[in-house]
Structures are given as structure tokens and as C-alpha cells.
DNA sequence: TTGGATGCAAAAGATTTGCACTCCC
DNA sequence: GGGAGTGCAAATCTTTTGCATCCAA
């Protein structure tokens, strides 16, 4: 972990900040909430799922962090804030990024006076291993 | 409401299971499963959010409605089973349907071995109400 | 008649809130 | 030092579950 590099973020340095943020860094898999504070107790057994909230609502504000409203009914977070999509596994809920080839656009006529602020594409589907597993039941 | 015309879709049709069926029909404002309880309430006062949820997720086990799970914190229902994406105001959680020009695809190589079922784009932004009421405060 | 549907109440799960205490800038 | 951040507990909101009763087919 590298105290520097979170320096000039605009938000006041915290020792759990810290710890999640570090705990962020380079994740690929979307950890929700819980995820977190599971994680970060680790370090600092005595924090709260409040306090991961409420940093984690500090870290989205100040665009580190991306929040996902998709899956099954909880919040998940990204660290990567750039512009990408997911791939939503409807077996096991996983969720992953993707790249896709063009980006959306609205059809002529259809904004109905919307200012769009970014586009988000979720393909549903089966993972590979989810894939499988129903294809054993079939077979069985 | 037509009763014949809920014949055959392969549910038991109750007089709860009619009266969510009437409210959704052709409704285009995504509506809660606590909006629908309360609109179906004033015909069965005695009906129950449970039950609301039931049928609920019968009908769309059945297809005949799709669950939104887009914006903030609820479900919405959608009677609209085709092929459609969202606009959504970040201002007023509003859900509108749109189309799209194209149907985006993944870029080569990024499939995951995913079997992708369905693809839905959110378009974010702020709806032309919401827009005027930011300027307003700016100018305030 | 009978299995599935309903209504009620309680439980569960995720998130938010209020408030006293703490500590970073 | 002061204001923002933290920890705790309780509250809230949405959804689910268990179970006795009811009713559509």
C-alpha cells in the first residue's frame, strides 16, 4: 500500500479509508458491501458496516469507485471507474467487464429530452462453469 | 378487463392474479411491487404485499411481465416482455423505455465463454424536469 | 376434492440514521 | 481546535418465509 498515491484524492486520509481502498485496488470481482467489511475487519477488527458504507459513498462522490446496481439485490463496487460494461451471470451472479465493440446510441427521435450522462450495457447470460453444471443436470 | 384474454396463459387466474394483470397492462412506469399493492389494494383491501410478490414472481416466470433491477434500491416490473432498454434519471429515479440503433456486441475475444440470453443498456442522465430544476438552483 | 394460492405475521438481508466519541488536517 | 470520520445500536425498507386457511380447476 502506498499512502502517496492516495495523497490528492480530495478526501481526508483515514487509516480505514486506507484499508479500503487498498482492499479495491486492481479488483476484478465487484465486492458488495458485506465483502468489504469482511475483508478490511481483518485489519481493523473493530470497524463498522456503517463506516464502509459511508466510505464507500465517499469514495463514489469523489468518482474512485463505481457503484453497479445489477444482480441480485445488493450494491456491488468497482474500482475501475473507466467507461465498460458487464457480463452478468444469471446462474451464479457473477460479474465481470467486458468490452464491447460499439457503443450504444438512442434511436432518432427517442431521447424524449433525457441528458444522457453515461451508458451502461449488461449482457445476461450463463458463465462457462454455470453452463456445464446445467448441463449435467440435463444429462443426469 | 378481459378475462378470456388471460385464459391461456398456463396460470391459475385468481381474482388477485386478475386485478395485478389489469394495473400492469400496458403500464409504461415500471412500477414498485408497493406501488402495485397499493393500487390493487383499493380493489382487495385485503390483500397482502406476500401475495403481491407471489404472483409477482409468477407472472414473470410465466413471461408475462420482466423484473428491472435498475435504479435505486427496489425492483420495478415491466409488462413490456419485448426487447427494450431504459433511460433513467438520476434526479428522480424515473424509468423511461427507449430504443436503440444497434445492438451492441461484445468486442473479439471478450465473451468469457458466456452464452449471452439477453442484452439491456441503461442510458443515465437527468430527464428534461429534472435538468430545469438543477439550472433553476444554479441560478438561484 | 385437492394442490396451489392467499393472508398474516414474523424473519431476514441490506442499507441508513442518530449520536456520542475520536482523530486527521 | 474544529469539523469531518468512526463505531455502535436501533431503525428502516424491501423482500422472503412459514403456516393455516381458502378456493379455482
Known sequence: M????YRNLGIKLT??????????EGKKSHP??????????KQFP????????????TLKQNELIQELRTGPYKKRFDPNTSWHHHLLCTGCNRVEDVAIKKIPEIAAGEGQGFEISKV???FYGLCQK???????????
Open 2 to 5: 502506498n499512502i502517496n498515491k
Open 15 to 24: 487509516p480505514q479509508r486506507l484499508a479500503v481502498l487498498d482492499y479495491l
Open 32 to 41: 458488495s458491501a458485506e465483502d468489504i467489511y469482511q475483508a478490511v475487519k
Open 46 to 57: 473493530t470497524i463498522s458496516i456503517a463506516t464502509v458504507y459511508n466510505i464507500l459513498e
Open 120 to 122: 451502461h450495457v449488461e
Open 130 to 140: 454455470c453452463r456445464l453444471k446445467k448441463n449435467q443436470e440435463v444429462k443426469r
